[in-house]
């Protein structure tokens, strides 16, 4: 439903400035020291890891995520994202994008990333675990002692969900998982897995469901990695081959993997709000530093007015799409921004600070290569890294395409209906 209140604030609230006050503590006295031990490890680091024979994050680079990841769910970092009753911190968006932008301006591609609970975390969907498993799986993915991930892609399925293969057949009480998942994050690491599924075919968007599974679930199976532009090591394979599920593992109802996974899918594009804005002005930061420095000529390169009009450019599309996602995210705090189903404007909204985001990041990010000539362009520097970064974000979650097909739509749709 929507609220009745009044428009919200877009300034960090008492709590939020508590929460960042606390992380940056918790950057210097735990996150830094586990960051200089693994740099003693040959392992790379957690921007550029080595990857295993199999293509895999080093293991010592995901056990010092999980550490962090561990460590900031005692101390409540993980995730202020789930509601209070559920074990969160209950923020809403607005103030998620302040903690977001935060933790990724302080913590530019170190480990501090791992604190805040990402693809790996609890979402909204995990809010619809059932009562009878939610002390099992809910309270430690919320706390951080245990690891998740969202199995939607398949080889031959991206954004079209309707036509995906993997199915669950009902037998007695139970439900029998078959199908493959690729392109999934942490494939190789995460402990459970929220599937969609197919498990009445021809019934539209009631035709999926969503389960819970559990990496120890007899018949399920981690395949190959699926390398990317991202080197990571973190993109693999999923196989299900007769997992017998019972009902309890079904997330929300049958028939509702639709809306849960595009309550999952809504989440990751909100994200983007704070995310961007916060390495947008690290790379910003980075490009005055590198341009006050860097010499031609005898003078800072600073100086030149081609180099000031790329930061200028930067500053301009990080300041704008900030400013677009604040916005937008205290609109979705009145309208509910997983609310299922949603409220009719809600998809345009989430689909405008996606793709403005994506798109403006993008450019930030390519400028910022273009300021650091040479250093930039070296593998393992941030701006290289944050360049691949960029571009992948342009796919996943819904490419930069089908936002505009939901923009238009919701435009449309109010246009027609007034």
Known sequence: MASTEGPRSIEPTGRVLDYTTRFERFLED?????????????AGSSAVPTLDHDGRMHPAVQEARE??????GA???????ISAKFGGGGFSRVEMHHVEEFVYRNSGLGLGLAALAWTEGPSPAHEYLSPAIRQQYLDPIVSGQMSTGFANTEPSVGSDFLAMGTHAVKDGSD??????KKWITSAAFSDTFLVTCVTEPGAGTKSLSMFLVDANDPGF??????????????????????????????????GSGFALAMSWINWRRLCRGGMCAGWGSWLVDRAIEHAQQRTSGGKPIGELQAVQHLIAQMDLDTYQARATSLVAQAE???????????????????????????????????RAVQVHGAEGLSLGSPEEKLFRVARNLRIPAGTTEIQYN??????????LSG
């Open 175 to 180: 439900w029998i998982l078959n199908g493959t």
């Open 406 to 415: 939901a923009i238009s739509r919701g435009r449309l749709r109010n246009k």
């Open 67 to 72: 550490q962090v990841r561990r460590e900031a």
């Open 30 to 42: 735990r996150v830094a020291p586990i960051e200089a031990e693994l740099a003693t490890k040959g």
């Open 221 to 254: 199976r981690r395949g190959v990695d699926n390398p990317s532009m991202m080197n990571d090591g973190l993109t693999g394979e999923l196989h299900f081959d007769n997992i017998r599920l019972p009902a309890e593992r079904c997330v929300g109802e049958i």
């Open 332 to 366: 979705l705090d009145q309208l509910g921004p997983f609310s299922i189903p949603l409220e009719r404007e809600a998809p345009r909204l989430i689909s405008l600070v996606k793709v403005i985001n994506d798109e403006a990041f993008y450019r930030v990010a390519d």
């Open 75 to 81: 101390l409540g970092f993980y995730a202020p994202n």
